[in-house]
Nanobody, 119 residues
Framework: QVQLVESGGGLVQPGGSLRLSCVASGSISAPNTIGWSRQGPGKQRELVASITSESNRNYADSVKGRFAIFRDNAKKTVFLEMNGLKPEDTATYFC?????????????WGQGTQVTVSS
């Protein structure tokens, strides 16, 4: 069973940058997709960015050009580089992995890391 641990959240001023990390333990089946979603106060959870095992990336329109997702398969780690942060980026950010196993999808989520953008 995969377990995910996020880190890197914190308080940052508008326009600032943060780098989130998510380390997976356990074996991850391929093909898979690893990504980040977020849930702001009073908002629904939304997908922020994802990257497949073939390195295909997908971003929410709200973060395109500001956020970048990378994965290091050897270290079983995925990173989210966040630049030009805005107050509306304030949220709890969750890492997830979706594995495709024998015709079904299995999703695993981390506990989340808080990002607060405020002056």
């Amino acid at each position: 069973q995969v377990q995910l641990v996020e880190s890197g959240g914190g308080l940052v001023q508008p326009g600032g940058s943060l780098r989130l990390s998510c380390v997976a333990s356990g074996s991850i089946s391929a093909p898979n997709t690893i990504g980040w979603s977020r849930q702001g106060p009073g908002k629904q959870r939304e997908l922020v960015a994802s990257i497949t095992s073939e390195s295909n990336r997908n971003y929410a329109d709200s973060v395109k050009g500001r956020f970048a997702i990378f994965r290091d398969n050897a270290k079983k780690t995925v990173f989210l580089e966040m630049n030009g942060l805005k107050p509306e980026d304030t949220a709890t950010y969750f890492c997830y992995v979706q594995e495709y196993i024998y015709g079904t999808y299995r999703d695993t989520w981390g506990q989340g890391t808080q990002v607060t953008v405020s002056s």
